[in-house]
């Protein structure tokens, strides 16, 4: 490490964050700090004594401590040290307070992105020796105010003069040091009104980026649907129809990703990530078939003339995510439409290059500075204000890191721009065989199915209607929890988030009335909490929406087996 580097102690013993905040500081202030750790307040005391240390982040929740105690016993052992508190959404009243009793500033977990961090890091440090100084400045003077008091009290009468002109000297050095202390103040507020609006305008920018990429998911949807309503005689082309519904539902299960993928910017492939060998070219069609509502049917309709080519190779498979695969060459695709003005040409390539295979998306649309080149890969970035995408190349470049791959982009000014993806070839080895499907339950079945919105409500029970299910269903867990005491119930599957009764107090009450009832939960957290190993008392499986038929299939034999 540098020797001019900044040590800074961070007292966390949550390993996951720890590793978190140090790629933060590894990938945008690499050399600036030296990130020391300690698990606790105890060891985080001891490490402090040693020395050193220039900066301290401190969470409040620790397992020898807990709340503003934590604070306390800190700021007691390095009153002279900035300190910076990270809390959770929960704990944002008690982060103030420590703000308000000497804290430097406070960050809230799961909000924190490496420029917020680092400027926060380095106004700690900064204010803190603004602090120093002024008490540095403010006990020399009372040293020196001290020493000539007692120099003038022992002169001659003659000297009494003096003394006042001192003592109005003395009022003034003072009345400047009220003044240095005033503009400290102010220049505090200040600064923290600047952070507050910069995490608003972020926390804005990911709204923003949300909403559009979300709404470019389902614009193949929308597109499609339409023109099989705008066009009933197309109804009676049984092989276009079924293109169409395959589009649709392709779209709709990446769409579903959109939302969970916002985790996925800094995640590096793990061992839970299935990859399967994928035929690029097709992947390619493909996301040329979903994005044609932007780049032809859109496009004309605000008088823009695109072109979409492809120079496809005769490539091998590469392992990977088909479906995040394709996700990439959407976004790719749809960065080029955005390029081009009112004419253009978008040509996609696939090709071998030693052990690496090439997908090529370029455009002669208006091309890129410096430097939003150098910023166009970060999650949120936008050119366009509210009308940018915000997530389209930074999901690409998760996707591509996932991948163990590289991007490189080449563009210009006024000339186009050139993105190519490498991603490594496969070895040639067979895939494994894909699980098969649970058969569903062969016999007739009496399922209650408690969901406040009513479409999700029908499209569940026309699901459980195809496999010949006797199916109940109410609006909230109040009304299922009257037709559960009214019935008897092979199974019962709940929403989560409901009105009047949630589906775990549901799922609680159910099971004090029938302690052996199968409950299926059904949640759009599902993935939030299975990272975090949540299982809520009473539910026997949580199934993530959306889901299909095959997915319902495979939890109630998961379930009705055990």
């Known amino acids: 490490m540098d020797s001019d580097s900044i040590n800074v102690l961070l007292i966390e013993d949550n390993e996951e964050h720890i590793t978190f905040l140090r790629q933060l500081l590894a990938t945008s202030a690499a050399g600036q700090f030296d990130l020391h750790t300690a698990g606790s307040v105890r060891s985080g005391i001891e490490r402090l004594k ?17 709340g503003l105690e934590t604070f306390l016993r800190v700021i007691e052992a390095a009153p002279d040290l900035p300190l910076i508190v990270l809390s959770g959404l929960s704990d944002v009243a008690l982060a103030i307070e ?7 500033d406070y960050l809230v977990k799961g909000h924190v992105d490496n420029h917020l961090l680092i400027r926060s890091m380095k106004y700690a440090i900064e204010r803190k020796r603004a602090q120093m100084q002024l008490k540095r400045a403010n006990d020399s003077l009372e040293v020196r105010v001290r020493e000539r008091t007692e120099a003038l009290v022992q002169t001659n009468a003659r000297f009494q003069q003096e003394i006042a002109e001192r003592k109005k000297a003395e009022e003034a050095l003072i009345e400047s040091n009220k003044q240095l202390s005033n503009a400290l103040g102010q220049l505090q507020s200040t600064q923290s009104e600047i952070i507050q609006r910069e995490r608003m305008h972020a926390l804005g920018r990911m709204a923003n980026g949300i909403a559009h990429d979300f709404n470019n998911a389902l614009a193949p949807i929308l597109g499609f649907s339409e023109l099989l309503l705008m066009k009933p005689e197309t109804l009676q082309d049984s092989k276009k129809v079924r293109n169409y519904i395959e589009l649709i539902h392709t779209a709709a299960k990446d769409s579903a990703k959109v939302v969970s993928r916002l985790r ?41 003339n695109i072109d979409i080519r492809t120079e496809m190779g005769n490539v091998p498979t590469v392992p990977g995510n088909e479906a995040e695969l394709r996700e990439m060459v959407v976004n790719l695709i749809f960065n080029s439409i955005d390029a081009i003005p009112k004419r253009g040409t978008i040509t996609i390539e696939t090709e071998t290059q030693g052990r690496w295979l090439a997908i090529t998306v370029k455009d002669d649309g208006l091309g890129m500075s410096e430097e939003v080149k150098a910023r166009c890969l970060e999650p949120f970035y936008s050119t366009k204000e509210d009308l940018g995408t915000g997530l389209g190349l930074g999901s690409v470049y998760g996707i591509v890191r996932r991948h163990e791959g590289e991007i490189d982009i080449q563009t210009e000014e006024g000339r186009g721009t050139s993105i190519c993806v490498s991603l490594p070839l496969e070895k ?6 894909a699980p098969k499907p649970a058969a569903p339950p062969t016999n007739t079945l009496r399922i209650l199915v408690v969901e406040d919105e009513p479409l999700v409500r029908e499209v569940i029970s026309v699901y459980l209607a195809e496999d010949q299910h006797d199916v109940t269903t109410a609006e909230n867990g109040r009304v299922g ?4 005491k009214e ?19 549901l799922a609680i009450e159910i099971k004090k009335l029938r302690p052996e009832q199968p409950i299926i939960l059904l949640t759009g957290f599902g993935d939030l909490m299975a990272g975090s190993g949540e299982q809520p008392q009473g539910v026997d499986l949580v199934v993530s929406k959306p889901f299909t038929l095959a997915t319902l299939r495979n939890a109630m034999v998961e379930v009705l087996g055990r």
């Open 428 to 433: 040639r080895s067979k895939p494994p065989e």
């Open 481 to 484: 929890l009257e037709k559960f």
């Open 487 to 505: 019935g008897t119930f092979d199974l019962v599957m709940t929403d989560r988030a409901m009105p009047e009764m949630n589906g775990d107090q």
């Open 264 to 304: 996925e910017f800094y995640r590096y492939r793990d061992e839970g990530d299935v990859f399967s060998p994928v035929v690029i070219n097709d992947v390619v069609l493909q996301a040329i078939s979903i994005t044609q509502p932007r780049w032809k049917d859109q496009a004309l309709a605000e008088g823009v």
């Open 98 to 104: 420590t703000v308000q009793l000497g804290a430097q």
């Open 50 to 66: 040693d020395g050193g240390i220039e900066l301290i982040l401190l969470d409040l929740t620790l397992p020898d401590s807990d």
